[in-house]
């Protein structure tokens, strides 16, 4: 009787521990929670960009596209002098920031640059003009610099990588020793396996927390403050990779018995519990929370993240210990309900992906045109050819010859692990690519008398506004950006407009930078129609690319 109220005790605790932690994870996921959009845009400013006002403004204030977030002492207005002309902090209500500025300023032309964060955990910044009385030459911006070391972005690329491999082998080993494996044989191997993937999924969440800092305001890998880690702790972002790290210390305890011997039911289903809430907290720190139908697409890549660790990490565990080591009557009893499984994972990461897609994509044309979009068909590509790799495995398991000539199975595992390597690879890079729905500005704004849009080529993304986009006198700012939507140094920019409809030949765009990604030009449009715009920009002395959009001008 005593040893059973000692069992009672013990599997009342781990409920209790895991009821505890599934309170924390909603809690911290649902307090910082804010509308959902993704890769804020600037749509409206006061003063507007370009304009004249008679006297100096109080204040300056800038609308998004939605909620944004502030990057500490990255929303600067400066002066014609070149001194700061903002006074204090700005204030953030929803997609609104009110920078509150001197009034009594010298006339001219005044700079603000801005740098914040969208709802998907991405920066976003730009900049524009506006002047008192009469436009000056643009004054620049001599503060830090607001563009990420590229260390930085291929480093929250690689810890994004290994978090999925970290997870692919945590989920596989636990699923594989808590069904499958063979009592007879040592669990020792996969034992070091599973707590090589714990480790290796700690260190990716903490190197996440760590260059989300310096990805976010700017800076090299060690340019991280406490005011930082504080904005990022207290974001959604920080929140899900808190309560990741605290699902898994908790999950290793259960880990642990599962590596010496089988497991009892309540803890197998703890374990469960612990899994699936760990697998909502890469959804919630990406794209998915901030997509236009959230709780479908933080479902959607939950099931999808969960079906490719379960399918990747039994692949592991078959090429590396159950082929080699199992007999061929265990193997005979493994194998069918391995390929079931496998079966199912890959019809839920299908069905899920597919959706996914749809969301995230949304038009044909930007599953072509946006760097998202075509890094997606490579995706789908190697996903066709690994589907037809594990089809022939199947097949070796449905006529029952896997048994007994496992080397031909383990080949083809190898393949497929293979090429899912580098399809993980291309996950990573997609979760810091901006959403092919957002980024395929080719469908332009042209309300309220005003042209904006965003053109794409292999080496940048050119954002393109036209203020009032009608005949007679127009303003063009022009912003380049990096694939990853980051501001783009440019060393030489050209533009020219014409309109053949009416035989007018290309007129050149005389342009004034005002920031190494950022010009801005004057052209008088003398007719209505359909202009035909050509940018030229070069990034480097062998790097150049040119675009063009058809403006309609009324």
Do not use: C
């Amino acid at each position: 009787m005593a040893g059973m109220n000692a069992v009672d005790r013990r599997w009342t605790a781990r409920l209790g521990t895991a009821a505890g932690l599934l309170v924390t994870l909603v809690a911290l996921l649902l307090a910082p929670a804010a509308p959902a959009s993704a890769h804020a845009v600037l749509v409206s400013s006061s003063p507007q960009a370009s304009a004249v006002v008679p006297s100096g403004p109080a204040e300056v204030v800038l609308t998004f596209s939605e909620s944004v977030r502030k990057v500490p002492g990255k929303i600067r207005v400066i002066a014609p002098d070149g001194s700061r002309a903002d006074r204090g902090e700005p204030t953030f209500e929803g997609s609104a920031v009110t920078v509150p500025v001197d009034p009594s300023g010298p006339r001219g032309t005044y700079l603000v640059s801005y740098r914040v964060i969208s709802a998907d955990s991405h920066p976003v910044s730009g900049a524009f003009t506006w002047s008192i009385g009469a436009p000056s030459p643009p004054p620049a911006d001599s503060g830090s610099d607001s563009r990420a070391d590229p260390v930085v972005d291929t480093g929250v690329k690689v810890a994004k990588y290994l978090g999925y491999v970290g997870l692919l082998l945590v989920v596989g080993p636990a699923l594989v020793l808590a069904a499958l494996w063979p009592y007879r044989l040592s669990r020792r191997g996969p034992a070091r396996l599973l707590w090589a993937g714990v480790g290796l999924l700690a260190v990716a969440t903490l190197a996440e927390l760590w260059l989300q800092v310096p990805y976010t305001a700017g800076g090299g890998v060690f340019d991280v403050t406490g005011e930082g880690f504080s904005e990022v702790f207290g974001s959604t972002y920080g929140a899900a990779h808190l309560v990741r790290l605290g699902l898994l210390a908790a999950a290793a305890f259960l880990l642990r018995p599962l590596t010496a011997g089988p497991v009892g039911r309540t803890d197998g289903i703890i374990l469960g519990v612990l899994g699936v809430a760990g697998l909502f907290t890469w959804p919630l720190a990406g794209h998915p929370a901030a997509s236009p139908a959230p709780a479908v697409s933080v479902i959607v890549d939950a099931v999808h993240l969960g079906s490719m660790a379960v399918w990747l990490g039994g692949l592991v565990m078959l090429a590396v210990f159950l082929l080699r080591r199992a007999d061929e009557r265990e193997l005979g009893a493994i194998l069918p309900i391995w390929s079931r499984w496998a079966a199912l994972a890959v019809a839920a990461l299908l069905l899920a992906g597919t959706v996914q897609g749809l969301i995230e994509v949304a038009s044909l044309q930007a599953l072509v045109d946006t760097t998202y979009g075509r890094l997606l068909l490579a995706k789908i590509g190697l996903f066709v050819l690994v589907i037809g790799v594990a089809a022939y495995s199947r097949q070796l398991v449905r006529r029952r010859r896997a048994a007994a000539r496992p080397v031909p199975v383990r080949r083809a595992i190898w393949v497929e692990l293979a090429v899912t390597a580098v399809v993980l690879g291309l996950s990573a890079i997609l979760v810091q690519t901006t959403p092919a729905r957002t980024a395929a500005g080719d469908v332009a704004d042209t309300t309220s008398g005003y042209y904006s849009t965003t053109l794409t080529s292999p080496i940048y993304s050119l954002q393109v506004e036209l203020d009032p986009a009608e005949r007679g006198n127009n303003s063009m700012h022009l912003y380049a950006y990096s694939k990853d939507n980051r501001p783009l140094p440019v060393a030489e920019w050209k533009a020219t407009a014409a309109l053949p409809s009416a035989g007018i030949e290309p007129i050149d765009i005389p342009l004034l930078p005002l920031s190494d990604n950022h010009v801005t030009g004057e052209i008088n449009l003398p007719a209505a129609g359909e202009w035909q715009f050509r940018f030229t920009v070069r990034t480097s002395d062998i790097d150049q690319a040119t675009v063009t959009a058809t403006v309609p001008i009324k």
